[in-house]
């Protein structure tokens, strides 16, 4: 079972910047696309950034710009650079794995972290 741990969130006012983390379990990391969803309360969960396991990004319209995915094979973690932050960014954000092939006791399939709360003040 891949299992996935998320940190960094928090509280910060408009225009500030946090960087999340997420680490991945294992060395399952280098055979998975990695993403970060958020859900605002009401919301449905939305992707915010995605990376390949070729490290193609793409983000969501509404945080071109002000986030950066990036990710670290060898230390098996994920971040989420998230800068000029705005009230409307607060949600919980999830850490997600999509792990595409057979290895050791890994299976394919679609992992998620327990989520970290970031809240931005205006």
């Known amino acids: 079972q891949v299992q996935l741990v998320e940190s960094g969130g928090g509280l910060v006012q408009a225009e500030g910047s946090l960087r999340l983390s997420c680490a991945v379990s294992?060395?399952?990391?280098?055979?998975?696309?990695m993403a970060w969803y958020r859900q605002a309360p009401g919301k449905q969960r939305e992707l915010v950034a995605r990376?390949?396991?070729?490290?193609?990004?793409n983000y969501a319209d509404s945080v071109k710009g002000r986030f950066t995915i990036s990710r670290d094979n060898a230390r098996n973690t994920v971040y989420l650079q998230m800068n000029k932050l705005k009230p409307e960014d607060t949600a919980a954000y999830y850490c997600?794995?999509?792990?595409?092939?057979?290895?050791?006791?890994?299976?394919?399939?679609?992992?998620w972290g327990q989520g970290t709360q970031v809240t931005v003040s205006s």
């Open positions: 997600n794995a999509e792990v595409t092939v057979y290895f050791g006791d890994y299976r394919p399939g679609t992992y």
């Open positions: 294992g060395s399952i990391m280098r055979f998975a696309h």
């Open positions: 990376i390949t396991t070729g490290s193609t990004t």
